[in-house]
């Protein structure tokens, strides 16, 4: 092999001019392999769990943790960008907000978890800049990000080893699933079709309850993926295999209809396009066909697509041509059917893999048990440690003068803590928040008010204890807890299935 010097610091004490021989072929590999790593594991691929790329997660973390709520004003999307690139992404403003913004979009995310103000782009155009637009947390996030703060879930260092960021969120819906994801790494890539909160909890629901469900039976409550711009999936065979092998390919048609445009011409009228697929580049591309003659009939197209009334094309057909022959060549020749391929790849457990569906939902449900124990170990540590206090406070609320002539008489808080502990049969922590009260708040505390709250505590530790004791209790949790974010996000499908045979149905769930 061939080998080239290489100039290396040098060590100190070592002379300053030493050049070492390595092997080249083995430094691109190492090098190489280092970079690979590195676009798959922090930046490309999406974690099983919650669905997030890196980028995505830190966005959600830091604006939670800057209080960007739904109930709160927008900031500038420049702030926001900010904050992600200078304490958790150092990898450029342009892919920051490039994230930002897609989780803003609602033709791009079935259900967004960034409500944003001011233009943040269509399918046929970019954003404003991020000076000029603004953002906080959709209500969906919150489902997402809610609870970081009890130990759900585990933090690292940032780039450097300043501050801490979430490894993953709690996501208390199937993320990966509902919204999709795309991303390009090195050897491998991704592309995840988005599917309906609803469906997706209704399937989540009944494999908690029925820990080897087949997927047929799964495929019943998620027939297809649910796209935000809408459309009718065409032949579900791609989808079947998609499921259950992790890749696949299916077919999108657009929404369209035969109508009168005027008193004397029929015309196409498109309301819905496939996914990704925007009605500047389907008019162009029938513009560039009739000119050359390879579609005829057709005297006008107008695009009336706005922000506010939603995706409208209308096709002007010429007397004496069949507006059914002339749509069945559109579906043929332009992008108004378009495929979609699933290549479901995302980390579990720090590793890359291809997921079907039952696979992908019963991560997530391992994720909400984890998260659901973890949080209840920090609750019953929290109501036990508030207990240890309130019970100290009851002892020595029985002799409140006692107290303050202890405090009073000590030379020193040293020695009123002992004083405290041998009075009144404290422990040391008891004894030193009493010490560490103002007087005035020891003064009005009530004996009723702290015998409830004893009461209240020592439920919610034998619920906690109840529910810790139990993986069946557990697994009843998620599942309600499920049913609260499906109530509160659910909506009705977008996107249609093909018309299919009985027993072609049969066949297929």
């Known amino acids: ?3 080239t010097p290489k100039a290396v610091l040098p060590k100190p004490g070592e002379n300053p001019g030493r050049i070492v021989d390595i092997d080249v072929s083995q430094e691109m590999s190492d090098s190489f392999l280092e970079y690979a790593y590195s676009v798959i594991y922090s930046r490309a691929l999406p974690d099983a769990r919650d669905g997030l ?9 830091q604006m939670s943790e800057m209080g960007l709520r739904p109930e709160r004003g927008h900031v500038k999307c420049a702030r926001v960008v900010g904050e992600v690139m ?38 046929d155009a970019g954003p404003a800049a991020m000076r000029y637009t603004e953002s906080r947390l959709a209500p969906a996030a919150m489902a997402m990000v809610n609870e970081s703060d009890e130990n759900t879930v585990d933090f690292g260092a940032n780039y450097d080893g300043q501050l801490l960021e979430p490894l993953v969120l709690p996501s208390a819906f199937p993320n990966l699933l509902v919204n999709g994801a795309t991303g390009i790494a090195v050897g491998m890539a991704t592309n995840m079709a988005p599917h309906n909160l609803t469906e997706v909890i209704a399937a989540t629901k009944h494999l908690i309850e029925f820990p080897n469900a087949s997927l047929k039976t799964l495929m019943k409550y998620i027939p297809a993926p649910d796209f935000p711009t809408g459309g009718e999936i065409v032949g579900l ?12 390919s299916f077919k999108v048609r657009a929404t369209a209809v035969i109508e009168k445009v005027s008193s004397r011409k029929t015309g196409i009228v498109v309301t819905e396009f496939p996914f990704t697929i925007g009605p500047e580049k389907i008019v162009e591309k029938i513009a560039d066909l009739v000119k050359a003659k390879k579609i005829l009939g057709i005297s006008d197209i107008i695009d009336l697509s706005d922000g506010q009334q939603g995706t409208k094309v209308v096709i002007e057909i010429k007397n004496g041509f069949e507006a059914e022959d ?14 979609f391929s699933i290549n479901a790849v995302a980390l579990v457990n720090g590793k890359p893999q291809t997921l079907g569906l039952r696979d992908l939902l019963q991560v997530f449900i391992d994720h909400r048990i984890s998260v659901i124990r973890r949080r209840s170990e920090y609750r019953k540590a929290k109501a036990e440690s508030r207990l240890t206090l309130v019970d100290g406070l009851l002892k020595a609320i029985i002799d409140i003068d006692k107290v303050i002539k202890i405090i009073r008489g000590s030379e020193d808080a040293a020695e009123a803590k002992i004083a405290l502990i041998q009075g009144f049969a404290l422990s040391e922590e008891q004894a030193t928040y009493i010490l560490d009260m103002p007087l005035r708040r020891l003064t009005k505390m009530s004996k009723i008010e702290l015998e409830t709250e004893q009461a209240e505590l020592n439920m919610t530790i034998a619920t906690l204890k109840k529910l810790l004791g139990s993986e069946s209790a557990i697994r009843k949790q998620v599942s309600e807890e499920l049913t609260v974010v499906g109530k509160n996000f659910g909506t009705p499908r977008r996107t249609r299935l093909e018309a299919l045979p009985e027993k072609e149905k049969e066949t297929l769930f």
């Not at 790329?53 to 973390?61: A, E, S, Y």
């Open 86 to 123: 200078g304490k958790l992404h150092p990898h450029g403003d342009g892919a920051i907000y490039d994230a930002l913004v897609r989780m803003s979009q609602n033709f791009s995310m079935r259900l967004p978890l960034i409500d944003g103000h001011g233009n943040f782009g269509s399918l």
């Open 1 to 3: 092999m061939a080998r």
């Open 53 to 61: 790329k890196p980028v995505q997660r830190r966005i959600l973390h």
């Open 326 to 339: 002339i749509l069945e060549k559109l579906y043929k020749l332009t992008p108004m059917e378009d495929a």
């Open 237 to 248: 065979e791609g989808i079947a295999e998609a499921y259950e092998t992790g890749r696949g």
